[in-house]
Structure formats: structure tokens, C-alpha cells
């Protein structure tokens, strides 16, 4: 027996601390965790999870308007904020005795309070002291916001859910994954909508003809891009805020939401005692087992600078639980061909290499892309359309990207994330049936080139 109070203990209960907390425990480790704030996390609490609830109640929207194409009379539909923010609070408070129930019932021994590191085996949480054989670091990470006058009127993504009264007129800063969904999501529900972003086309490290498809869809759906513009300052006036923007001009908003990218989440975490440092990203660097440079503490998730993704979060707990408890030869995990998914509307999933890095990695590809407007828009008038795309390098025929814009696109592209990383060819695509009449079959009926 150790002589410390745990043999694992893991500081923030996001989606990496709590998988491997239960991991380890399960394994018989004595596995403590330590979380300050949100039990489950970002994605549980200010992330994933509730956007993707906002996500339906935007939908509907455009749903009811459609609905009147298909001999449906429902008059004027009004949405009402309060009952999707407290509904959403609720379930998410549900969600939070879940994951308490799931480390309770596998033996972690929890622990509120912020826990800060003293020395390569020990963490103070408020006034006690634990001590552990390691330590895991999975703080996850924090919205960043860029330093302009009046930036401490914005709010972030922490606090977008639970505003008192719903923005009439919102304006998103940025034009990455969050910019680009809550735009949509708030436009959906009804806000005049307008997204200010530095670059000049939205979505950067996505498939350039993807990102030219979205920034015209979301466009089209009503959203108000203001692209190569910056905000100079922000002005609180009563209950509204004047945005001056980089060329001058000027707008009044109820909220503006900061959507600039997230950074390591290390406040008072004590790095110093053990003389780690993190770099400018706020991110610790890890070798490719989860190892600080100090050899009894780990880190996983958003707060080392990998993608920041929740299932990359999970498999990294379970790859790292496997290396330090199964006493089985040691794994890496593989960050080739993860699926993703943008929430923006419409939806887009990828997995696997854009059609540009694909043509850096291997030189001579084939592109295979079609646009048209699902058949559910017909009857319904919605002039929204939809892309489907593979690329394919020609030497060894395996489809190396699949992008889809649309509904569903990421309940489409979780299949398609299967065939891509088993290394499935395009004449494996062409042999399979569609299924008829679907969007997806698309991607099985894909015959004329687009372009080499
Ligand atoms: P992103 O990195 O996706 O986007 C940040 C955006 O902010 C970029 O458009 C960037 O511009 C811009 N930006 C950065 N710094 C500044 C600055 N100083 N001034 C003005 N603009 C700036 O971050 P997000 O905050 O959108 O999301 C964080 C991460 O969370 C994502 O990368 C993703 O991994 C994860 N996430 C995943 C989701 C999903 O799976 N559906 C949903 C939401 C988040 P530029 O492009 O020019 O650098």
C-alpha cells in the first residue's frame, strides 16, 4: 500500500478527468477527483451539451416555417427564452447527478474545491493537503478574450446560456466553431444577428470549398457577416453596447459574444511549485503518454493543446489508464482521421484531409463533389442546399476526406468516419448501395469526377 492518500488524483472533472478517474478506479486504483465548478465539465455544462439543446430549439424555427409547404397551419410561432434556458438548466442539473452517480458508484472519491498543485505529489484544496503517486491534470481550457476597450462587457460561451433576457440584437465575435454556432443558433431563434470576424473567410482549417459553401449558406440564412473587421471598442449604454468597429463604423447590440478561441485553463493550479511551465496557449506540453516533465504528474485534454474535442479528451483518459494500470505493452493514441462536426446551420461534418492537405500528402488526388437542395426543401421552399464531397488519392484509390454540409451532417459523417479510417476505396463506396431516398446516398452514387 502507498503511502500517499490516493494512487491517482485527478484535478478537474471535465470529460478526461472523470473518464479516467472511473477508468483507473475501475482497475482498482484509488483515484481521487478535485473539480471547483462544473461536475462533467465544459461539454456537460457550458459546451457541447446545452449548445446542442439550443441547436434543436434554433431549428425549429425554420422547421415551423417549412411546415406550411407540407399543408401545416400553425400561425405565428413565438419562442420564448426563459423556457429553453431553465429547461436546459434543469437537464443539465440532471446530467450533473449523473456523473456524480458514475464516479460515486465506481469508487472515486470526490473532492469540491480548486485544486492547487504543491509538489510533484501533492495538490491543496482549500484547507487540506492530498497526496497521490501521480497526479492527472485535466482543466480543460477557458474562453480567451483579446484585450480592446470596454472587452469586459462581452460575454463568452460560460455565460451565453443563461442570459436574463434574450438579445434581440447579438453580434459574435470571431469565425471558428462557436462563432460560426452561435451565430446561427441565435439568428434561428430569432435575433438579428451579426458576426464580426478578422479573417475574410470563416472556418479557418477547413476545406476551402466547405468554407466557401457555409460562409454562403449562413450568409443566406440571415446572419450578417462583417468579415477582414475587428472590434476597436465596446461602450456599455443602459441596457445596450455600442460596437466601434477597426474601419470605424459603429452598431448597437444587446450582447456581444467573444468567440475568440479558448486557452489552457491554469489559474491557481500551482505549475510553479513543480516548475512546470506552460506555453503562450496556456497548454503543457506532454510527451505521447500524457507526461508533464515531471514524472508523476500527467495531463490530457484541452489543457495540453490537442484538438479540443471531447471524444479525443475520452480516448486519451483511456489510452493513458491503459499504459499506467493493465500492465499490457503501452499504447499511443492516433489523432489520424477524426470526425468532426459544426453545429452552425446547416450542419457540417468532415473526417479525414481537406482536398488541399490531401493534395500536399499525396500529390495526385481525385475530388468527387456534389451541391443540390435535399429533398425535404422541395415542398417546403427553404432554398437551403446541401454539399457532399470525398476525396480520394488516386494511387491507392482509399477515400482520405469525406466532407458533408447539411442536415444531420455529423449523424451522416459518424459512419462515414468508420470507412474512412478503415481505408475503405472509393470502388468499396461505388459497390455499396444506396439508401433511397436519402441525402447520404450521395455519397455512394458519387461517379463523375469534379476534379483532379
Ligand atoms: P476556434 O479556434 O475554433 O476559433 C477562434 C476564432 O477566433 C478564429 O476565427 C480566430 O481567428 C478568432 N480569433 C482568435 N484570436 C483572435 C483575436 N485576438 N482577435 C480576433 N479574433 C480572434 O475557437 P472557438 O473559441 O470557436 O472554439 C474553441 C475550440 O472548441 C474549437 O477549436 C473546437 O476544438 C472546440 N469546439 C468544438 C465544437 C464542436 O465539436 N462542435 C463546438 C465548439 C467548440 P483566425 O481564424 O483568424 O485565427
Sequence with gaps: ???????????????????????????????????????????????????????????????????????????????????????????????????????????????????????AHSVQVGEKTY???????????????????????????????????????????????????????????????????????????????????????????????????????????????????????????????CATGRRGNLAGLGLENVGLKANAQGEIPVDEHFCTEVPSIYALGDVTGGPQLTPVALAEAMVLVHNLYSGEAARVMNYDNIPTAVFCHPNISTVGLSEEKARQVYGEIRVYSTSFRPMRNTLSGNPGRCLMKLVVDDASDKVVGCHVVGPEAGEIVQGMGIAVKAGLTKADFDATLGIHPTSAEELVTLRSLTRR
Design 131 to 257: 497526496s497521490a503517486e501521480r497526479l492527472l491534470i485535466t482543466t480543460g481550457s477557458w474562453p480567451y478574450i483579446p484585450d480592446f476597450p470596454g472587452s469586459e462587457h462581452c460575454i463568452t460561451s460560460n455565460e451565453v446560456f443563461d442570459l436574463p433576457v434574450f438579445p434581440k440584437r447579438f453580434l459574435v465575435y470571431g469565425g471558428g466553431y462557436i462563432a460560426v454556432e452561435f451565430a446561427s443558433i441565435f439568428k434561428g431563434l430569432g435575433a438579428e444577428t451579426t458576426l464580426v470576424y478578422r479573417g475574410n473567410k470563416l472556418l479557418r482549417g477547413f476545406d476551402e470549398e466547405v468554407r466557401d459553401f457555409v460562409q454562403e449558406e449562413i450568409g443566406a440564412h440571415g446572419v450578417k457577416l462583417l468579415l477582414e473587421q475587428e472590434i476597436q471598442s465596446l461602450e456599455r449604454k443602459a441596457d445596450k453596447l455600442l460596437v466601434t468597429l477597426a474601419d470605424g463604423s459603429q452598431l448597437t447590440v444587446d450582447a456581444v459574444l
Design 1 to 119: 500500500m502507498s503511502e500517499h492518500d490516493f494512487d491517482l488524483l485527478v484535478i478537474g472533472a471535465g470529460s478526461g478527468g472523470v473518464r479516467a478517474a472511473r477508468m483507473a478506479a475501475g482497475r482498482g486504483v484509488r483515484v481521487g477527483i478535485i473539480e471547483d465548478r462544473y461536475w462533467g465539465g465544459t461539454c456537460v455544462n457550458v459546451g457541447c451539451v446545452p449548445k446542442k439543446l439550443y441547436s434543436y430549439a434554433a431549428h425549429f424555427g425554420e422547421d415551423f416555417a417549412d411546415a406550411a409547404g407540407y399543408g401545416w397551419n400553425i400561425g405565428t410561432p413565438q419562442f420564448d427564452w426563459p423556457v429553453l434556458r431553465d429547461n436546459r438548466a434543469r437537464e443539465i442539473l440532471r446530467l450533473n447527478g449523473v456523473y456524480n452517480r458514475l464516479l460515486d458508484n465506481s469508487g472515486v472519491t470526490r473532492i469540491e474545491g480548486r485544486g492547487k498543485i504543491l509538489s
